[in-house]
């Protein structure tokens, strides 16, 4: 049998990895995770529950509360949703080794007609976030012509769109911990 984890089984070791075993199911909500992630390079997670799993894209600037960003994001393995909790230090050898935190968590809605699996075929995926630290509308776009695995992060006009603020600069902890990645 197949699913959608069998890629996040075969990259890791879960005899040496304390990352979460890869699971279906037992989210039962809409949620959404941004982990801080100092790997080879910083970069951060985007993770939204979809039919089970964590749909998962690499934002390597991190996400933008400026409606000007266009943020890349790299659409990467699904992962279980347990990870949605995931901190720690992923071991040298490992895929991903390096230091994870929570950096945000909350909730999304979709925006607009149809489900979310459907908008992430169609290649367009309109969203509300509430977060502790992200909140309002944001848009996930694939770059058509780009590579099957790019996409852009872009923040709406909205009553959280802040242009001047930058979040990751001043908000870089953890909020499960309250500790920075370079603590982990």
């Known amino acids: ?4 984890l069998d890629k996040y089984r075969k990259r890791r070791d879960f005899k ?3 990352e979460p075993a890869a699971e279906v199911g037992g989210g039962g909500g809409n949620i959404f995770v941004v982990q801080k992630h100092q790997a080879s390079r ?3 997670d985007l993770r939204l529950e979809v039919a089970g799993v964590l749909k998962s894209w690499a934002v390597p600037k991190g996400p933008s509360l400026n409606p000007g960003d266009k943020r890349l994001a790299v659409r990467t393995e699904d992962h279980p949703i347990g990870y949605a909790s995931f901190e720690g230090r992923i071991p040298k050898g490992e895929y991903g080794a390096g230091k994870v935190i ?3 968590r909350g909730t999304f809605k979709k925006l607009g007609e ?4 459907d908008a992430l075929d ?3 995926l309109s969203i509300a976030l509430k977060g502790e630290k992200l909140m309002g509308e944001f848009s996930l776009v694939h770059m058509k012509g780009r590579g099957e695995k790019n996409w852009l992060l872009m923040k709406k006009a909205d009553e959280y769109a802040d242009r001047e603020k930058d979040l990751l600069e001043s908000n870089p902890e953890s909020i499960l911990s309250g500790k920075k990645v370079e603590e982990v």
């Not at 149809?114 to 699996?117: A, F, L, Q, T």
């Open 1 to 4: 049998m197949t699913d959608s």
């Open 122 to 124: 169609e290649g367009h």
């Open 42 to 44: 910083l970069h951060y």
């Open 16 to 18: 040496k990895t304390p």
């Open 102 to 104: 929570v950096w945000d």
């Open 114 to 117: 149809g489900d979310v699996s």
